[in-house]
């Protein structure tokens, strides 16, 4: 049972947008930057976003993230089948002093 | 280029110690914190815990504590896991991964990943 909960599974065509929620609380993401990572399959996660809304250099400005209260979102635009992958919120909580990470959701490129 | 190379794969028997190390480079080791994550076949992220570059300061996941130990040695950049008394649901890629400090807790880059066989 994972602190942060995300759908399972979200699926779209190509060209589409999609986005992917990730739900918490006030000691964690209502009080904490949210970040993303996408691991695509076989490979080692990587960092989309950080601080809530800020992009890594490199990452294409077809993802974007936003947070409100207790929840944050992640949306991606201009799907690719290259896009299909796991994707995964994490945060700080402040009451547990440790990090958290959504359980995951895996994006099917329709 | 910031880079965070890991040991290699190990197998272990149940009740067995772990130790997987993770060689920083390409920027000031002391300013900055390792974290260690890991991720059971098919399964999601799990965040195991924290290390200061700088003093050593630790945190650690909660059903973890008692059996894990997180080090640094400055002079060699080179961070260190150590998980003891090793059960079969243990079983897993670790990977470690540079982190500024909390609750700033976005890490970037990640090491290669270390895969982890606890088996009897």
């Known amino acids: 049972q994972s602190v942060l909960t995300q759908p399972p599974s979200v699926s779209a065509a190509p060209g589409q947008k999609v986005t992917i929620s990730c739900s918490g609380s006030s000691s964690n993401i209502g009080s904490n930057y949210v970040s993303w990572y996408q691991q695509l399959p076989g490979t080692v996660p990587k960092l989309l976003i950080f601080e809530n809304d800020k992009r890594p250099s490199g990452i294409s400005v077809r993802f974007s993230g936003s947070k409100s209260g207790t929840s944050a979102t992640l949306a991606i635009t201009g799907l690719q089948t290259g896009d299909e992958a796991d994707y995964y919120c994490?945060?700080?909580?402040?009451?547990?002093?440790?990090?958290?990470f959504g359980g995951g959701t895996k994006l099917t490129v329709l | 280029q910031i880079q965070l190379v890991q040991s290699g794969a190990e197998v272990k028997k149940p009740g067995a110690s772990l130790t997987v190390s993770c060689k920083a480079s390409g920027y000031p080791f002391g300013a900055y914190g390792i974290t260690w994550v890991r991720q059971a076949p098919g399964q999601g992220l799990e965040w195991m815990g924290w290390?200061?570059?700088?003093?050593?300061?630790?945190y650690y996941a909660q059903n973890l504590q008692g059996r894990l130990t997180l080090t640094t040695d400055t002079s060699t950049s080179t961070a260190y896991m150590e998980l003891r008394s090793l059960r079969s649901d243990d079983t897993a890629v670790y990977y470690c991964?540079?982190?500024?400090?909390?609750?700033?807790?976005?890490?970037?880059?990640w090491g290669q990943g270390t895969l982890v066989t606890v088996s009897s």
């Open positions: 994490g945060t700080w909580d402040s009451s547990l002093s440790v990090g958290v």
């Open positions: 991964a540079k982190m500024t400090a909390p609750p700033y807790n976005w890490f970037d880059p």
């Open positions: 290390i200061s570059g700088h003093n050593g300061e630790t």
